[in-house]
């Protein structure tokens, strides 16, 4: 419900942006965003209503994070904010070389967990249909569920 109320509230702007600014309002790029995020949930909730696909929760999702980033908005008009979004801009290779660095192990401890424990009986407790070392797919989904469980 609060989704719908909201849906409405920023619908209700983008209209009087659109009927004070004209033509201007697709000049900026936030208002832009801002139209295609409000199109892309009016698609969302129709097919919601429709049930034209079964799984349409994870596409929501995806639409509701676009939301949240609308928010972003705010960085040009609070000076700490824009500092801190620098600050995080700037860390993101870091983050990235970190990322690459735990893929590299996690795809050397999956050919080691092949190579070691690929005939490993079965158990309900440990190793079963889904999480073994039987190959290097269910190998790398083994170690990775480990590592974030």
Known sequence: MVNYIFLGIFTVEALF?????KCAYFKNSWNCFDFSVLGITYIGILLE???IFSNIGTTTSIIRVFRIMR???LIKRA??????????IYALPSLANIA??????LFI????GMEFFSFEMWSP???NSNMNFMSFASSFFTLYASATA
């Open 100 to 105: 690459a660095l735990l893929g590299l192990l």
């Open 17 to 21: 942006r659109i009927f004070i600014m």
């Open 71 to 73: 928010i972003l908005r």
């Open 49 to 51: 209503q429709l049930n």
């Open 125 to 127: 407790i440990g190793l």
């Open 79 to 88: 000076k700490t904010l824009r500092i801190l979004f620098q600050t995080f």
């Open 109 to 112: 401890f999956s050919i080691l």
